[in-house]
T-cell receptor, first 114, second 112 residues
Framework: AQSVTQLDSQVPVFEEAPVELRCNYS??????LFWYVQYPNQGLQLLLK??????LVESINGFEAEFNKSQTSFHLRKPSVHISDTAEYFC????????????FGTGTRLLVSP | NAGVTQTPKFQVLKTGQSMTLQCAQD?????MYWYRQDPGMGLRLIYY???????DKGEVPNGYNVSRLNKREFSLRLESAAPSQTSVYFC???????????FGQGTRLTVV
């Protein structure tokens, strides 16, 4: 079984500042890792994912995350945030063989202020 | 593309009433899921269907039943609604390759 820990329930930051949203996971098998974003009153959208290969993955809107197997982490970073990045961010994990369910963390609310 | 469609978007029920939440996907995905989202608790899996014809319990199945009607449709039924079932419900689907899930817009359910 897998589990995900997002220690920060809320992260306030000023516009154009860098941000890091932390995610740690536990699993007895190899994993796939995901970050989803949820804008107010909407469903979840995939932001980026790690399946295999390069441990650094990027999204089209400037976010990146690095898979660190030794630290069992998949932290999300952005060097300069915009007001429009205000949303809730969920880290998720699944095993990578056969059918595997997605397990989500409790989410981190990113609040970007001018 | 419609993706994952959930109905209704909003619902208010009285305690003890029953209702069915509908979900349909048009991506030819094998797997479908029902999650509930509560403040501070993230998304918790209620039931899932790995493939057409199979359903299994997730983390919080009590008080719910599901039906995988065909490959496209996966419904969630509350037989006797309770205030503890007040939540936002999300349906999702995924293909076989990498378990990336595609979500519907959610159903906001209030039980009074």
């Amino acid at each position: 079984a897998q589990s995900v820990t997002q220690l920060d329930s809320q992260v306030p930051v000023f516009e154009e500042a860098p941000v890091e949203l932390r995610c740690n996971y536990s699993s007895s098998v190899s994993v796939y890792l995901f970050w989803y974003v949820q804008y107010p009153n909407q469903g979840l959208q995939l932001l980026l994912k790690y399946l295999s290969g390069s441990t650094l993955v990027e999204s089209i809107n400037g976010f990146e995350a690095e898979f660190n197997k030794s630290q069992t982490s998949f932290h999300l970073r952005k060097p300069s945030v915009h007001i429009s990045d205000t949303a809730e961010y969920f880290c998720a994990v699944s095993g990578n063989t056969g059918f595997q369910k997605l397990v989500f963390g409790t989410g981190t609310r990113l609040l970007v202020s001018p | 593309n419609a993706g994952v469609t959930q109905t209704p978007k909003f619902q208010v029920l009285k305690t003890g009433q029953s209702m069915t939440l509908q979900c349909a996907q048009d991506m030819n995905h094998n797997s479908m899921y029902w999650y509930r989202q509560d403040p501070g608790m993230g998304l918790r899996l209620i039931y899932y269907s790995a493939s057409e014809g199979t359903t299994d319990k997730g983390e919080v199945p009590n008080g719910y039943n599901v039906s995988r009607l065909n490959k496209r449709e996966f419904s969630l039924r509350l037989e006797s609604a309770a205030p503890s079932q007040t939540s936002v419900y999300f349906c999702a689907s995924s293909g076989q390759s990498d378990t990336e899930a595609f979500f519907g817009q959610g159903t906001r359910l209030t039980v009074v």
